[in-house]
């Protein structure tokens, strides 16, 4: 059984419809274009903002429910989203073939992170980025969202050592306030990435 399916099941947004608040500041900072996935990417609101903003968008989850969400979320704000059922563990990355991916709240057991985030590097193409928030090892004592599980946060040295070669045009690991939905409420801890793939 899948616990995202039925979390997206219901009529209302989990999470909101609304951006996250750090992607919104990175797309008006570095003005992305051109074709972007967005991987565990739940009912849509981050890839319905990016569609927006004239990128091309593919949202790959493993909850149909989900994917049906952004769809109809898409058509209320006149875009279109490309949804695909993916799940991670399986995904086919292929090299150099996305110009933005994004990753906000994706978390997953420590080897299919490590996994997926080998599968992000050799995705982006060269001058592309990689844009990511996430809950970090200190987040469960906030309780302002994100998994009760140790195993599923990330811990700074996953991005700093994953994507050591590629320029870090932004880091950060520490409180941010959070306001998306029902599910993501109040000061949390954080880390935000944002990497630029070298180009050879």
């Given at each position: 059984?899948?616990?995202?399916?039925?979390?997206?099941?219901?009529?209302?947004?989990?999470?909101?419809?609304?951006?996250?608040?750090?992607?919104?500041?990175?797309?008006?900072?570095?003005?992305?274009?051109?074709?972007?996935?967005?991987?565990?990417?739940?009912?849509?609101?981050?890839?319905?903002?990016?569609?927006?903003?004239?990128?091309?968008?593919?949202?790959?989850?493993?909850?149909?429910?989900?994917?049906?969400?952004?769809a109809?979320l898409?058509?209320?704000?006149?875009?279109?989203v490309?949804t695909?059922?993916?799940?991670?563990?399986?995904?086919?990355w292929?090299?150099?073939?996305?110009?933005?991916?994004?990753?906000?709240?994706?978390?997953?057991?420590?080897?299919?992170?490590?996994?997926?985030?080998?599968?992000?590097?050799?995705?982006?193409?060269?001058?592309?980025?990689?844009?990511?928030?996430?809950?970090?090892?200190?987040?469960?004592?906030?309780?302002?969202?994100?998994?009760?599980?140790?195993?599923?946060?990330?811990?700074?040295e996953?991005?700093?050592?994953?994507f050591?070669?590629?320029?870090?045009?932004?880091?950060?690991?520490?409180?941010?306030?959070?306001?998306?939905?029902?599910?993501?409420?109040g000061?949390?801890?954080?880390?935000?990435?944002?990497?630029?793939k070298?180009?050879?």
């Amino acid at each position: 059984m899948n616990p995202w399916n039925t979390r997206f099941e219901n009529e209302n947004y989990v999470y909101g419809t609304e951006p996250n608040a750090f992607l919104a500041d990175m797309q008006l900072k570095l003005n992305l274009s051109g074709n972007a996935l967005a991987i565990a990417e739940g009912e849509g609101r981050n890839a319905v903002f990016l569609a927006e903003q004239g990128l091309n968008v593919t949202t790959w989850d493993y909850a149909q429910s989900g994917l049906l969400k952004t769809a109809k979320l898409a058509t209320s704000r006149g875009v279109v989203v490309e949804t695909e059922l993916v799940d991670l563990q399986t995904a086919q990355w292929i090299d150099n073939h996305w110009d933005e991916l994004v990753c906000i709240f994706g978390h997953f057991p420590k080897e299919l992170r490590q996994k997926t985030l080998q599968g992000v590097k050799a995705a982006v193409k060269p001058g592309g980025y990689f844009i990511t928030e996430v809950y970090s090892i200190h987040q469960i004592p906030y309780k302002s969202g994100g998994p009760r599980e140790q195993e599923l946060l990330y811990a700074p040295e996953e991005f700093l050592e994953t994507f050591a070669d590629w320029r870090i045009v932004h880091f950060f690991m520490g409180e941010v306030v959070r306001h998306e939905g029902e599910l993501h409420n109040g000061l949390s801890h954080v880390i935000q990435f944002v990497g630029q793939k070298p180009i050879k």
